[in-house]
């Protein structure tokens, strides 16, 4: 199973101030990029945005209702979660990387995944499967000066998704 671990903002919602029932709505060719990674790869989605907190249930239905690219599928537990999972003391050790390998620790089935975020709140050892969204204002298709996942996010995204060799 290929897993498209996704933020929201800073990758789909960037500058764009109208609004639905769910909230802002994200930026179409920002979204037209996410379809194009889901068509070229087949790869199921799990939110690991703060949007999370809308609940699994409620992110599905935006999917549908906003006729949004790909399968939402879940969503990753929360730092203060996972820290109590693995025995941490202190929740604000836990990095949105470890919520996404403790994601991956639950669901065996993972061969490929790649993580998609405006931020680089990753393990070291995950650098290889991350594609970031900020700081890009060289791409033709940044919004909001440099965020957004570009034509060039999306292209290594497929890459990271479709290679043979899978987990690490």
């Known amino acids: 199973m290929k897993v498209i671990f ?6 789909l919602n960037v500058e764009l101030s109208e609004r639905d029932a769910y909230g802002k709505l994200f930026h179409p060719h920002l979204v037209d990029n996410l379809r194009h990674i889901v068509e070229q790869t087949g790869a199921d989605i ?3 945005s703060t949007w999370k907190s809308k609940g699994l249930k409620t992110l599905q239905n935006m999917w549908r209702y906003r006729n949004l690219p790909g399968r939402v599928i879940d969503v990753t537990q929360y730092c203060d979660e996972v820290a109590h999972e693995q025995g941490i003391q202190y929740y604000d050790q836990i990095t949105r990387g470890h919520e996404v390998q403790h994601w991956i620790n639950k669901n065996p089935r993972v061969t490929n995944w790649v993580m998609i975020d405006d931020d680089l709140d990753i393990m ?45």
């Not at 996704?6 to 990758?11: A, E, M, P, T």
């Not at 497929?158 to 899978?166: A, E």
């Open 46 to 48: 799990v939110i690991t």
């Open 124 to 168: 070291p050892e995950q650098r290889s499967n991350f594609v970031r969204t900020a700081n890009n204002k060289h791409h033709s298709d940044s919004v909001d000066i440099g965020f957004g996942l570009t034509k060039i996010c999306a292209e290594k995204a497929i890459k990271i998704l479709n290679i043979k060799n899978g987990i690490k």
């Open 6 to 11: 996704l933020d929201i903002d800073g990758v």
